[in-house]
Nanobody, 123 residues
């Protein structure tokens, strides 16, 4: 069972990126899903979460109004659309799956993790 995150890159401040998280070996259709990020020397922090059915979402205050999480349950893929990017958004971004179908902002609730995809925002 794996999660594969992709879509990171280098972008100028104010630009946009779209991240994807594709599963293998499991669709995670009944799992809550989330995105976290970790900057060098800092703890991994919650960015956005989505419920199993996609009807409930949650965002860190720092990204509200700029980022949008969504999912395609048929494919099992989760997306993170990031707009109006800022240099402080620079980090490795990780997708994860939790048994909590409603989703969660707590890192410890997530059982499965993908590898990180690097997002770098230049000023």
């Amino acid at each position: 069972v794996q999660l594969q995150a992709s879509g990171g890159g280098l972008v100028q401040a104010g630009g946009s990126l779209s991240l994807s998280c594709a599963p293998s070996g499991h669709t995670f259709s009944s799992y809550g899903m989330g995105w976290f990020r970790q900057a060098p020397g800092k703890e991994r922090q919650f960015v956005a979460g989505i419920s199993w059915n996609g009807l409930a979402t949650d965002y860190a205050d720092s990204v509200k109004g700029r980022f949008t999480i969504s999912r395609d349950r048929a494919k099992g893929t989760v997306y993170l659309q990031m707009n109006s990017l800022k240099p402080e958004d620079t980090a490795a971004y990780y997708c994860a799956a939790t048994l909590r179908g409603a989703g969660s902002s707590e890192l410890s609730d997530y059982r499965y993790w993908g590898q990180g995809t690097q997002v770098t925002v230049s000023s």
